[in-house]
Antibody, heavy 115, light 109 residues
Framework: QVQLVQSGAEVKKPGASVKVSCKAS????????IHWVRQAPGQRLEWMGW????????KYSQKFQGRVTITRDTSASTAYMELSSLRFEDTAVYYC????????WGKGTTVTVSS | QAVVTQEPSLTVSPGGTVTLTCGSS?????????PYWFQQKPGQAPRTLIY???NQHSWTPARFSGSLLGGKAALTLSGAQPEDEAEYYC?????????FGGGTKLTVL
């Protein structure tokens, strides 16, 4: 069945970078874009950006522009979200979702920023 | 960046009807914003209920419907069930970039 499997939890120090992966299975990876969404503890969902898995084109939220980079490896059917210059407030669960009407979501990756 | 607004909280009686709304700081919400509605329960990933204003996924209970109402996107729940108690988020598209609303905590009581 269609699945998005995300990488495991991460603990990072302020100023570091984190790279979260999202491996797709059960469909042709290049047929749909992948969104990245995050949710800080007790807070709202935040859309971070997306990547066209076919041609690699990206679009980012203004809030994260300059700090986030979304890439993909078509040979591995995997999308990646890298967030740099981490701050304490970047502590959140990071989700990927398939752009077929956002029908499939990963289970989320917890990123903790702590000194 | 646009700001998307939702009611912070609403309460509905079991079996009752409630409408959640989703507004945009840029003006009226239209079908061109491709409104989405998500349901999220504690500790779970969001689940998409409605896409492109009014389209349901196969798993969306028929009691949920989406529309445009008075310049906003709307999610109407008709015949609320206890299991509908959750946080609901809308998502609007602005030339490809997306913005979530602040969420509505729906209580079924």
């Amino acid at each position: 069945q269609v699945q998005l499997v995300q990488s495991g939890a991460e603990v990072k120090k302020p100023g570091a970078s984190v790279k979260v992966s999202c491996k797709a299975s059960g469909y042709t990876f290049t047929s749909y874009a992948i969104h990245w969404v995050r949710q800080a503890p007790g807070q709202r969902l935040e859309w971070m950006g997306w990547i066209n898995a076919g041609n690699g084109n990206t679009k980012y939220s203004q809030k994260f522009q300059g700090r986030v980079t979304i890439t993909r490896d078509t040979s591995a059917s995997t999308a990646y979200m890298e967030l740099s210059s981490l701050r304490f407030e970047d502590t959140a669960v990071y989700y990927c979702a398939r752009e077929r009407y956002m029908d499939v979501w990963g289970k989320g990756t917890t990123v903790t920023v702590s000194s | 960046q646009a700001v998307v607004t939702q009611e912070p909280s609403l309460t509905v009686s079991p079996g009752g009807t409630v409408t959640l709304t989703c507004g945009s700081s840029t003006g009226a919400v239209t079908s061109g914003h491709f409104p989405y509605w998500f349901q999220q329960k504690p500790g779970q990933a969001p689940r998409t209920l409605i896409y492109d204003t009014s389209n349901q996924h196969s798993w969306t209970p028929a009691r949920f419907s989406g529309s445009l109402l008075g310049g906003k996107a709307a999610l109407t729940l008709s015949g609320a069930q206890p299991e509908d108690e959750a946080e609901y988020y809308c998502l609007l598209s602005y030339s490809g970039a997306r913005v979530f609303g602040g969420g509505t905590k729906l209580t079924v009581l």
